[in-house]
């Protein structure tokens, strides 16, 4: 009989091919929305940081009482805005109207920093040299057209001079390099003598509170009192004058600091900027209000890439200004490097243990199997979901007002997250 040795025909179609095919469909399709969705976040977030051009616009007046009202301004939106038809005229029509969102800042002359314009209304738009965009110290950004500087010494550098624009980065140099020494002092120079100075302080009250000192026939004695705080000590008195003593020269110290951040602060402000709105409203400002200035209009391509670069390090090095809505985020992210640094430390050890004992020790079961589905969960979920899962949970549960802290509206007093640093058409303010 003879026999076949021949292998069995393999099948079609490997089996689970499709649901592997299934899969990389699936993970592809995933991984291209993710990176997707980060780079038009990256792109959004870096835009704002680029220097924008100023326009000098031209509005019609809404009556004929009115003048044509001309604004410096940064456009931020330029979209179509859909218009229904009224129902008070019967013969209107729906219609789609192009409008633009328009920074000027100024807040404190027009009340707002955003406004939206139609098109249509634009009556004239150019874009002259010489205008300046200026990140100021308090009352967000603003953009002008400069008219002169004024000095300490009593010189005038009007804009229109070639020196003027050198002369108002040499001043303003200067007012940030002054700014940040005082801000040296305060911080490191004067927050160093006070807590040296508490310190002492406090053992000297505990000194006073442990031993009753008494001078008597010219020899200084030390009584303890009831319950003291320290106990023991060989020499009170000689320990109390030396604290004393050391008390004294800390004082010194911190006048010392004191007056050189109040000369600093003297100097400060000498200088300032003359400049007019689009309106032709005239205003001056100190220079120690402004952080930083530059002229987008006159910038070529290299030179908005230099503004770029430095908005972007000012917004990640710099602390926060005006309740968050201007500077820099360096603390957020000073913090949440520490605070994942400590919960690394803490939590590392007490997961390494959970799972040596679920793994050698646990009796396996429907307990220790939920416990691995939890922890797969877990470990593919950002936190940031976490939280905001439960921060939800929690609002709903105790109502949508309600603070974690203090008990008061949470939802409406939260101040928004710090935006980036002056860019004209795309200022740290929200509209």
């Not at 013969?91 to 920074?103: H, I, K, M, P």
């Not at 000498?270 to 005239?282: F, H, I, N, T, W």
């Not at 997961?351 to 589905?373: D, H, K, M």
């Not at 593919?380 to 439960?390: K, N, R």
């Amino acid at each position: 009989m003879k026999q076949d040795f021949s292998l069995p025909s393999a099948p079609k179609r490997p089996l689970g091919e499709v649901n592997i095919w299934l899969a990389s469909i699936g993970l592809s399709l995933g991984l291209i929305m993710i990176f997707g969705l980060l780079g038009i976040i990256v792109f959004n977030g870096l835009e704002a940081f680029w220097p924008k051009t100023i326009h000098e616009l031209t509005l019609a007046p809404s009556s004929k009482e009115e003048q044509p009202l001309v604004l410096y301004a940064g456009i931020t939106k330029d979209q179509t805005r859909h218009v229904p038809a009224d129902p008070a005229h019967p013969g209107s029509t729906a219609r789609d109207v192009r409008e633009y969102q328009l920074f000027t800042g100024s807040k404190e002359s027009y009340g707002q920093s955003y406004r939206y314009v139609d098109a249509h209304n634009v009556t004239a738009s150019a874009t002259p040299k010489g205008l300046l965009c200026l990140e100021r110290m308090e009352g967000g950004n603003t953009l002008v057209k400069p008219l002169e500087l004024k000095l300490a010494s009593g010189e005038t550098i009007p804009a229109a001079s070639p020196e003027f624009m050198e002369a108002f980065r040499r001043v303003l140099d200067r007012e940030t390099d002054m700014r940040d020494r005082v801000k040296t002092i305060d911080t490191r120079d004067i927050g160093s003598v006070n807590t040296r100075l508490a310190d002492v302080r406090l053992d000297i009250k505990a000194i006073e509170r442990s031993y009753d000192i008494r001078e008597e026939n010219g020899q200084r004695t030390a009584v303890p009192r009831k319950n003291p705080i320290l106990t023991d000590m060989d020499d009170p008195a000689g320990e109390l004058d030396r604290l004393r003593a050391k008390e004294e020269q800390l004082n010194a110290e911190y006048a010392r600091y004191t007056a050189e951040a109040a000369k600093l602060r003297a100097q400060q402000g000498r200088d300032s900027l003359v400049y007019a709105l689009g309106d032709g409203e005239k205003k001056e400002i100190r220079m120690d209000k402004i952080v930083y200035g530059y002229q987008p209009n006159d910038l070529g391509f290299f030179g908005k890439c230099g503004v770029f670069l430095h908005n972007l390090y000012h917004f990640i090095t710099d602390d926060p200004r005006e309740a968050n809505t201007e500077g820099g985020i360096f603390p957020a992210i000073f913090g949440t490097f520490i605070m994942t640094l400590l919960m690394s430390v803490l939590v590392t050890p007490v997961g390494v243990i959970g799972a040596i004992y679920l793994r050698e020790y646990a009796r396996q079961g429907t307990l220790v199997q939920a416990v691995r589905i939890c922890v797969n969960n877990l470990a593919c979920l950002p936190s940031s979901s976490a939280f905001s899962a439960s921060a939800s949970s929690f609002t709903i549960w105790e109502g949508a007002s309600t603070n974690f802290s203090t008990g008061k509206s949470w939802l409406w007093t939260t101040p928004p997250p710090s935006g980036p640093p002056a860019s004209c058409g795309h200022p740290s303010r929200w509209p």
